[in-house]
């Protein structure tokens, strides 16, 4: 097993900063957890395969049941499919540290882990704030909802959203092609986030800061007034429904996208706004953890838990698998 802390003291005696590039950085992972690495290790792993299978389902499930063939789920199976990738993205590489107590990736390796990441962020922000203008027209115009949001204009939202996600982390990976890198070789963290690789490089990143804060305004603080003004019509026209049942049925339809919002985005904050050196540092790892392990698991149960859909299409695939059928 590597001395990852003998490393990690090499490099307190020897100063933070090197003159030869470097070529690959060391991930610390949770060190005041060393102790209990077995124990955390297996935590981490139920939680990972818990994530991997509930949002594998989800997909499955609306590819093969036709009552699930509506924008709502579409969106949900989007949603899935990026809980997937920042989950595969982070997860393994943290399994692997906490198992050893640290490990090492290439500097390429930490760029194109952010890159994978930064998509992630990026779209999900975008296809929540879609999720909630589905939510608006399906609650506030349910009369012209099918007309507006038919199967063309689903597909052509989830292209967009793919497209700027893209060219926004394109962005960054213009901006990082320049960057010296001569470190510090140690990340105290567990996966390559923009401002870790940035304190890696003794070139001049005061550019990208400026870039980040513009496109995490155009990708994170935009689709958050979307989603405010959405859900603000959409309580509005809720309230003036006469009955109970009425407007309890109607917040119902929305209710876990709200939920999985409130998480996303409560998490996303806190860790960038949350002091990232110090003893803080082990609780912007902590909420780093949430959004990259839990949250991917939470969101396939929150959307599943109480959706008569989901579950009469689980038990339509369970039956026709044990029956022995391929075809609904």
Same mark, same amino acid.
């Given at each position: 097993?590597?001395?990852?802390?003998?490393?990690?003291?090499?490099?307190?005696?020897?100063?933070?900063?090197?003159?030869?590039? @470097?070529?690959?950085?060391?991930?610390? &992972?949770?060190?005041?957890?060393?102790?209990?690495?077995?124990?955390?290790?297996?935590?981490?792993?139920?939680?990972?395969?818990?994530?991997?299978?509930?949002? #594998?389902? @989800?997909?499955?499930?609306?590819?093969?049941?036709?009552?699930?063939?509506?924008?709502?789920?579409?969106?949900?199976?989007?949603? !899935?499919?990026?809980?997937?990738?920042?989950?595969?993205?982070?997860?393994?590489?943290?399994?692997?540290?906490?198992?050893?107590? &640290?490990?090492?990736?290439?500097?390429?390796?930490?760029? @194109?882990?952010?890159?994978?990441?930064?998509?992630?962020?990026?779209?999900?922000?975008?296809? %929540?704030?879609?999720? !909630?203008?589905?939510?608006? *027209?399906?609650?506030?115009?349910? %009369?012209?909802?099918?007309?507006?949001? +038919?199967?063309?204009?689903?597909?052509?939202?989830?292209?967009?959203?793919?497209?700027?996600?893209?060219?926004? $982390?394109?962005?960054?990976?213009?901006?990082?092609?320049?960057?010296?890198?001569?470190?510090?070789?140690?990340? +105290?963290?567990?996966?390559?986030?923009?401002?870790?690789? *940035?304190?890696?490089?003794?070139?001049?990143?005061?550019?990208?800061?400026?870039?980040?804060?513009?496109?995490?305004?155009?990708?994170?603080?935009?689709?958050?007034?979307?989603?405010?003004?959405?859900?603000?019509?959409?309580?509005? $026209?809720?309230?003036?429904?006469?009955? +109970?049942?009425?407007?309890?049925?109607?917040?119902?339809?929305?209710?876990?996208?709200?939920?999985?919002?409130?998480? =996303?985005?409560?998490? *996303?904050?806190?860790?960038?706004?949350?002091?990232?050196?110090?003893?803080?540092?082990? #609780?912007?790892?902590?909420?780093? #953890?949430?959004?990259?392990?839990?949250?991917?698991? #939470?969101?396939?149960?929150?959307?599943?838990?109480?959706?008569?859909?989901?579950?009469?299409?689980?038990?339509?695939?369970?039956? =026709?698998?044990? !029956?022995?059928?391929?075809?609904?």
């Amino acid at each position: 097993m590597p001395d990852w802390s003998r490393r990690r003291g090499d490099l307190d005696h020897g100063g933070l900063q090197s003159t030869i590039n @470097i070529t690959s950085v060391i991930f610390l &992972g949770f060190p005041v957890l060393q102790r209990y690495n077995l124990m955390f290790f297996s935590l981490l792993l139920l939680i990972y395969c818990g994530a991997i299978s509930g949002n #594998l389902l @989800i997909m499955v499930l609306y590819l093969v049941s036709k009552t699930l063939q509506s924008p709502m789920y579409f969106f949900i199976t989007q949603l !899935s499919m990026f809980d997937l990738l920042v989950t595969t993205n982070s997860v393994p590489v943290l399994l692997h540290t906490v198992l050893y107590g &640290g490990s090492t990736i290439s500097v390429i390796g930490c760029v @194109i882990q952010f890159v994978f990441y930064a998509i992630s962020v990026f779209s999900e922000c975008l296809l %929540l704030s879609v999720m !909630s203008f589905d939510r608006y *027209l399906a609650i506030c115009h349910p %009369l012209r909802y099918h007309t507006i949001m +038919n199967h063309t204009l689903c597909v052509t939202l989830v292209c967009i959203i793919w497209l700027m996600s893209f060219m926004g $982390t394109f962005i960054y990976l213009v901006s990082m092609r320049n960057l010296h890198f001569c470190g510090p070789h140690i990340i +105290n963290h567990f996966y390559c986030d923009l401002e870790p690789i *940035l304190q890696l490089s003794c070139s001049d990143t005061s550019i990208i800061h400026t870039e980040s804060l513009i496109l995490g305004f155009i990708f994170v603080i935009i689709p958050f007034i979307v989603i405010v003004m959405s859900y603000v019509y959409i309580v509005i $026209t809720i309230l003036k429904i006469p009955s +109970n049942t009425g407007r309890h049925k109607a917040f119902s339809t929305c209710s876990s996208h709200l939920t999985v919002v409130c998480i =996303f985005y409560g998490t *996303l904050m806190m860790v960038y706004m949350s002091p990232t050196r110090g003893e803080a540092l082990t #609780l912007s790892k902590v909420l780093s #953890l949430i959004y990259t392990v839990i949250t991917p698991m #939470l969101n396939p149960i929150i959307y599943t838990l109480r959706n008569k859909d989901f579950k009469k299409a689980f038990l339509k695939v369970r039956f =026709f698998f044990c !029956s022995g059928h391929v075809v609904l």
